[in-house]
């Protein structure tokens, strides 16, 4: 698909409505944010829990990575991510464990609630309803319970303002962590207004990624942006894609461009002026290098505003571009038969 302006053909390819999911990721963001925030939680004002260990599979899971990349070395407990039936052997009543299942039906995410209501940790949970959903209610666990309006394709990896945004403001609320609200909300305000240039730009750049191999390069805060974007890349647009961060890639990732030669590949590199001065110094260095051995280099740069700004950017940008490649390859962006198929053979 090469016109986009052709409606009627781009509802043949997505006939789920992704793009109508995709366009109300930053509408999807603030109510998530309204609505956890009139809730009537438990006061766990006294709660520090020792470790925090977040469970979920595939999209269910991104709230976890991208609160542990925005905390960074500020993350005031460690912090576990369990995409598996069990959880780790040292979860007790000081832990909190953090369940989160889109649907509600996940059996690895259920297997963990059982674990950690009999270990005596504190529980939250973030679903859409099912099996999950009534786990909570039965145990009375804190929950958001979201009815996924703003995801007409209702597939989960395009309800991340959900389960992200959700996330963050439920510890937040819960004072797990501390984030500046009012940061947040104004970021919110300023991703609305940045929407049309962002999907504009998605739309020009997923045109360079046709027949080739997405690299996503990212650091620091937005390490969890480029977890999101590779999966994006490989559930949506139906292409193989991987990701490096720095500074670890530059301890090996550089000696791995020479061999195959003239590989179909080409580097995506998420840019921040809110990056530490070494980590730009190296991103600098690093596309040189990468230039150097005969690969292009394809910079998103965010507003570098605060780093909320920076996430929610890159996310808006990551899911608007992995959608645009989808469809230039004519590829329905909601369905992944590979998977299904696995899962049919699995049962």
């Known amino acids: 698909m090469n016109n986009f302006n052709d409606l009627e053909a781009i509802r043949k390819v997505d006939p789920q409505d992704t793009v109508g999911s995709t366009d109300k990721l930053v509408s999807q963001c603030g109510v998530a944010w309204k609505e956890v925030h009139e809730l009537t939680l ?18 269910s899971m991104y709230g976890g990575i991208v609160l542990k990349s925005l905390l960074g070395r500020n993350t005031p407990s460690p912090i576990e991510i369990v995409s598996d039936y069990h959880l780790p052997s040292y979860v007790n009543s000081n832990s909190l464990v953090v369940l989160t299942s889109y649907s509600g039906s ?3 995410t259920l297997s963990c609630a059982e674990e950690a209501k009999a ?31 703003l995801n007409p394709a209702g597939i989960p990896r395009l309800g991340n303002g959900y389960t992200i945004v959700g996330l963050l403001a439920m510890l937040n609320k819960l004072g797990v962590i501390s984030q500046e609200e009012r940061d947040i909300e104004e970021a919110f305000v300023r ?66 461009l020479q061999f195959p030669e003239h590989d179909p590949l080409v580097f995506l590199s998420l840019q921040s002026e809110n990056y530490a001065p070494k980590i730009t110094q190296r991103f600098l260095l690093t596309k040189e290098v990468i230039q150097k051995n005969g690969y ?30 989808g469809l230039r390859y004519d590829q329905n962006p909601a369905v992944n038969p ?10």
């Open 106 to 108: 996940t059996e690895e």
């Open 119 to 149: 270990l005596g940790a504190k529980i939250i949970v973030l679903t859409k309803g099912g099996k999950l959903a009534e786990f909570a209610k039965t145990h009375e666990i804190p929950a958001y319970i979201f009815d996924g309006k």
């Open 338 to 347: 590979w998977v299904d198929y696995f899962k049919k053979q699995l049962t």
């Open 191 to 256: 991703l609305h207004e940045k929407q049309a240039d962002l999907k504009a730009k998605a739309l020009t750049d997923s045109e360079l990624f046709l027949g080739k191999i997405p690299v996503v390069l990212s650091g620091e805060h937005l390490t969890g942006n480029a977890h999101i974007l590779r999966n994006q890349f490989n559930e949506t647009s139906k292409t193989f894609s991987s990701y490096f961060l720095i500074p670890d890639l530059n301890h090996h990732l550089m000696e791995g």
């Open 42 to 59: 438990p006061n766990w004002d006294n709660f520090k829990p020792h470790n925090v260990v977040f469970c979920g599979m595939g999209a």
């Open 296 to 325: 292009e280099v394809i910079d998103f740069q965010t507003s570098s505003q605060t780093v909320y700004d920076d996430f929610l950017e890159t996310m808006l940008y990551g899911s608007y571009l992995s959608l645009y490649l």
